[in-house]
């Protein structure tokens, strides 16, 4: 999942029960870049961690109401860039897959009624209902921005339960159907018509590089393994330097498995790992960040070493290859 997808709900936990940095598991420094990929299992662990550190089983709910979704960045204007309703939850629909590895949003209708539906089969099971609402008043505040805030849909089907149902009515405004296997929000077919739409949306440019585009594209599918191995590894500096222990862990599996897995795709970890940093060293060099500043981004404890696997990797020292590229970065 990108970190836009919780970015402003941490930002709004730690400001609102008062959480230390670091105290809700996933590391601060993968949260600023939006679009840095966070494995399931992390947001797994945020979940739980969210819900303990405020004490609060409803928190998913009052925070993501309070989401706004002008700020999503390029990605709110490119999902709110629809002439209506109905083109605007096509494009969500098919962008889902940029923005969350293995989720899906579809549509589907039943005489007059128009179900959107969602489905993440990789969120653990304790975590389903956190993750439901979330989509859910997603869904919501979508609708809303075209419908107007007194829409309220025909029903609302989420994924587990809570105690204070009411909580929740109150917020959709109907029916709240719980402990289904996937997040459903039900409307009448009528309201995807241009007639209906009540708030216009103009035009807006994207405003996105080819640095963000790369990053939008780079998507894993969950059965990409080797991908998926990048990706991990990349994510993984925000804790310090990768680890063979580290990865495995965030992999769900041991050290042995995970070496059998790397030499299974004819690999060894110190090399991928230099392909993976080498390739994120270069995007934050185009950044304008200084190579000891970059060597410290990737978890180097001194700058020789980040220099030497630089080196290996792209043929130049980290400043001759900004001095080589000076005029296009």
């Known amino acids: 999942m990108r970190a836009l997808g919780i970015k402003q709900l941490h930002l709004l936990a730690k400001h609102r029960y008062g959480i230390r940095k670091g105290g809700l598991y996933i590391p601060e420094s993968a949260l600023e870049n939006p679009m840095t990929l966070l494995p399931l299992s992390e947001v797994n662990r945020w979940y739980e961690k969210l819900e303990e550190q405020s004490e609060n089983s409803d928190v998913i709910l009052e925070l993501s109401r309070e989401i706004d979704l002008s700020k999503l960045g390029a990605i709110s204007r490119w999902f709110l860039s629809g002439y209506d309703l109905a083109s605007t939850i096509r494009r969500i629909n098919y962008g889902l897959s940029s923005l969350q590895s293995g989720a899906y949003l ?4 039943s005489g007059a009624i128009l179900k959107w539906i969602y489905h993440n089969p990789y969120i653990e099971p304790q975590c ?3 993750d439901s ?30 105690k204070n149902r009411e909580k929740y009515e109150a917020y959709f405004g109907c029916p709240v159907e719980w402990s289904h296997c996937k997040t459903e929000m039900w409307f009448h077919s009528d309201l995807r018509l241009a007639t209906q739409q009540k708030n216009l949306f103009p035009q807006q440019r994207l405003a996105m590089n080819f640095s963000d585009l790369d990053e939008f594209l780079n998507m894993p599918e969950p059965d990409d393994e080797v991908k998926v191995i990048y990706e991990v590894i990349n994510y993984s500096r925000h804790y310090g330097l990768p680890t063979l222990e580290r990865v495995s862990g965030l992999l769900g599996l041991s050290t042995q498995q995970f070496q059998r897995k790397l030499h299974g795709f004819g690999m060894n970890f110190t090399t991928v790992m230099g392909y993976v940093l080498s390739n994120t060293a270069v995007e934050l060099l185009s950044r304008g960040l200084s190579p000891d500043e970059v060597a410290s981004h990737l978890g180097y404890q ?21 001095q080589h590229f000076q005029d296009l970065f």
């Open 106 to 109: 579809s549509g589907a209708q």
């Open 128 to 130: 389903k209902i956190h």
């Open 133 to 162: 609402i979330r989509v859910a008043v997603f869904m919501t505040k979508i609708l809303r921005s075209y419908l107007g805030e007194d829409f309220t849909p025909m029903r609302v089907l989420v994924s587990g339960t809570r």
């Open 302 to 322: 001194n700058s020789a070493s980040f220099n030497r696997m630089f080196k290996k990797h792209r043929g130049l020292t980290p400043k001759q290859y900004v």
